[in-house]
């Protein structure tokens, strides 16, 4: 196994979302078949073994096969269950400490793994020129509309589709374009102290097309958001969302299935944004914020040691 760190640049272009805490609510189970997925092989495990890869660092993801079923726990706490063909997605924190010890139980059983998790350096980045009333809002009629933002987006992040689109490995959303922010940075907005930047920023002219990184189920596509503008959330199976913020154009609407590469939309300036860019994001079982750069090649490096490509 191999960890993944990123040592990353200061940034130039704003880009910022609101979210409500998770809510303990009951995630609603999206049946969509997606033609083309990555095929399954090796066949799974007949018996409870543990083996996982991918990007073993702070903001990480890693793909874990075992015994079809088994629940998965990630240090101590339970994380879902493996799939029918025995696939489960774990994802590593920004505040992620040194090791992490990823468990599979079934029948009576348990199989162990534990790994070093990299760690990472933050910048500060200040921004500053953004509209107040999308860093400190005040306006009653604004503070509605955010919650009912928010009401959507926890909607969106409670799909667990049934597929396997992080099979595919990620894709970049968008071609010939430039990283203007990097995920984990601490930001301060207009002189304010915020949260993380828990985004991955792309200036691209307006109209650049996005594209869906890995197939999926579209849950959320809402073209005027308060902080995002445009916004598409894809569903790529086990609670793995990825967010697509700013937009000027969404070409899907949510039910929709996506094939890897496919256009879903365009690049804008729509909501809390200094400049066109895509704000690219990943959340997963809406509790964990990853980084989607570092799954490129963290996917990768999982289907390299568990298919053998």
């Keep these: 196994m191999r960890a993944l760190a990123g040592v990353f640049a200061l940034s130039l272009v704003a880009c910022a979302a609101a979210e409500a805490p998770a809510q303990p609510e009951a995630p609603t189970t999206v049946e969509h078949p997606i033609e083309g997925a990555a095929p399954v092989n090796p066949p799974p495990p007949q018996t409870l073994t543990l083996r996982c890869a ?31 063909d025995g696939w489960v997605v774990v994802g590593f924190t920004r505040e992620h400490g040194a090791q992490t010890q990823v468990s599979a139980s079934a029948n009576g059983a348990t199989a162990t793994a534990r790994f070093d998790i990299a760690p990472r350096e933050f910048d500060i980045q200040r921004v500053n020129g953004l509209p107040q009333q999308t860093v400190t809002p005040t306006d009653p009629e604004v503070l509605a509309r955010i919650q009912r933002d928010a009401v959507l987006k926890q909607e969106g992040f409670r799909s667990t589709a049934n597929i396997e689109g992080f099979l595919d490995g990620f894709i970049l959303p968008v071609e010939g374009g430039t990283v203007t922010g990097r ?115 963290g996917l990768a490096a999982a289907r390299a040691e568990l298919l053998g490509e």
């Excluded at 991918?54 to 994380?79: E, H, K, W």
């Excluded at 996005?210 to 959320?220: D, F, S």
């Excluded at 569903?235 to 899907?252: A, C, E, F, K, N």
């Excluded at 809390?272 to 860019?277: F, L, M, N, S, V």
Aim: proline share 6%.
């Design 183 to 297: 995920w984990g940075n601490q930001r301060v907005l207009n002189g304010t102290p915020s949260t993380p930047h828990f985004g991955y920023d792309i200036a691209a002219p307006a109209g650049t097309p996005i594209r869906a990184p890995a197939a999926g189920v579209v849950t959320l596509a809402q073209p005027d958001m308060h902080y995002e503008g445009g916004l598409v959330f894809i569903d790529h199976g086990q609670g793995l969302i990825t967010m697509y913020l700013h937009m000027s154009r969404l070409d899907v609407h949510a039910g929709d299935t996506v094939e890897q590469g496919q256009v879903i939309g365009a690049v804008g300036s729509s909501g809390r944004a200094t400049g066109p860019h895509l704000c690219w994001r990943m959340k997963l079982r809406n509790t964990q914020q990853l980084d989607p750069s570092v799954a490129i090649e």
């Design 54 to 84: 991918g990007a073993f660092t702070q903001g990480g993801i890693a793909l874990c096969r075992t015994l079809p079923g088994a629940s998965v726990a990630l240090d101590g706490a339970t994380v879902g269950a493996a799939d029918a």
